[in-house]
C-alpha cells in the first residue's frame, strides 16, 4: 500500500513535468494506470511480469546488465559483486521478443566502486558490448565484434580513460 502511495504521489509530479513514471519490476504488485515504464531487472522473473502487465518496458537483466559485478575471477579482480560478466556474456545475452520492449538498460551500483578509475574500469569495455547489442540485436557476432572491441579498449586505454584500478 505505502509504494501504492508513493507511485501516485511520484506520478502526479511527474505528470506536471510532462514525465512518467520508470519503475523496477516490482511495482506490478501495485496498482498501476498502464502508463508507467517498467524496468524488468530480476531476470526471468521481472521479464515474465514485465511481459504480463501489458507496460512499456526495458530489459536490464541484473545477471547480465549490472556492470558492478566483477569481469573476471573475483580473487584477481578489483571488489564488485560475485557472478563475472564477460563482453561476450552481454554480447551473446539472449533478449527476450516483445512489441512492448523498448530497449536494454546497463547499470553500476557504487556500492563497491572505490573512485573514479574503478568505475570506468567497471564499465568499459562491457559497456561498449552492451550498445553493440542494443545497436545489433540478435545479429550481433561475436567474431565480429571481439576485434572492434580489442580496438576499442586499446584505445581506451591509449587515451587514459582505462586503466586497471588497485585492487
Known amino acids: 500500500r505505502l509504494q501504492g502511495m508513493f507511485t501516485d504521489h511520484a506520478r502526479q509530479v511527474l505528470a506536471g513535468r510532462a514525465r512518467r513514471v520508470a519503475a523496477w519490476d516490482e511495482l506490478i504488485g ?3 494506470t498502464g502508463e508507467e515504464l517498467i524496468v ?13 502487465s501489458g507496460h512499456e518496458w526495458i530489459f536490464a537483466d541484473c545477471t547480465r ?10 580473487a584477481t579482480e578489483p571488489p564488485g559483486m560475485f557472478g563475472p560478466i564477460t563482453p561476450r556474456d552481454i ?7 516483445s512489441s512492448r520492449l523498448l530497449g536494454l538498460q546497463a547499470a553500476v551500483w557504487t556500492e563497491f566502486v572505490l573512485d573514479r578509475e574503478h ?13 553493440e547489442r542494443a545497436w545489433c540485436g540478435p ?10 572491441l580489442e580496438t576499442e579498449t586499446a584505445h581506451l586505454r591509449e587515451a587514459g580513460i582505462l586503466r586497471e584500478p588497485d585492487s
Open 30 to 32: 501495485s496498482p498501476t
Open 40 to 52: 524488468a531487472w530480476r531476470a526471468q522473473a521481472g521479464v515474465e511480469a514485465a511481459r504480463a
Open 65 to 74: 546488465l549490472y556492470l558492478n559485478r566483477v569481469a573476471g575471477d573475483p
Open 91 to 97: 554480447l551473446e545475452l539472449e533478449v527476450p521478443s
Open 119 to 131: 568505475l570506468l574500469y567497471q564499465l568499459f569495455p562491457r559497456l561498449l558490448a552492451v550498445a
Open 139 to 148: 545479429d550481433a557476432g561475436w567474431e565480429d565484434f571481439s576485434a572492434r
